[in-house]
Nanobody, 119 residues
Framework: QVQLLESGGGTVQPGGSLTLSCTAS????????MGWYRRAPGKQRELVAE???????RYSDSVEGRFTISRDDAKTWTNLRMNSLQPEDTAVYYC?????????????WGQGTQVTVSS
């Protein structure tokens, strides 16, 4: 079993930056891919960024060029650096880890961290 704990959320003005962190514990050797989703009020869940087991990254079109995902080789943490934040980035951000089989295994989820972009 893998536990994920997010931190780093908060309130920032438009154009500002935040870094979200997600720390993994438990059977971390099972972790393959790691990433971040977000859910804004009244909207569907959206995949924000993912870093695959081999290190390949992908981003949603809405954050491409502004957000950067990273993680350590041991897959004990993943960070999401968010620049040029806009009000539409306001959401609860959830960290996840794919276990066992890259791309297809079950997922563990964090509890979520709120990001609010407002002047």
């Amino acid at each position: 079993q893998v536990q994920l704990l997010e931190s780093g959320g908060g309130t920032v003005q438009p154009g500002g930056s935040l870094t979200l962190s997600c720390t993994a514990s438990g059977t971390i050797f099972m972790i393959k891919d790691m990433g971040w989703y977000r859910r804004a009020p009244g909207k569907q869940r959206e995949l924000v960024a993912e870093i695959a087991s081999g290190g390949t990254t992908r981003y949603s079109d809405s954050v491409e060029g502004r957000f950067t995902i990273s993680r350590d080789d041991a897959k004990t943490w993943t960070n999401l650096r968010m620049n040029s934040l806009q009000p539409e980035d306001t959401a609860v951000y959830y960290c996840y880890a794919v276990l066992g089989t890259p791309g297809r295994g079950p997922r563990s989820w964090g509890q979520g961290t709120q990001v609010t972009v407002s002047s």
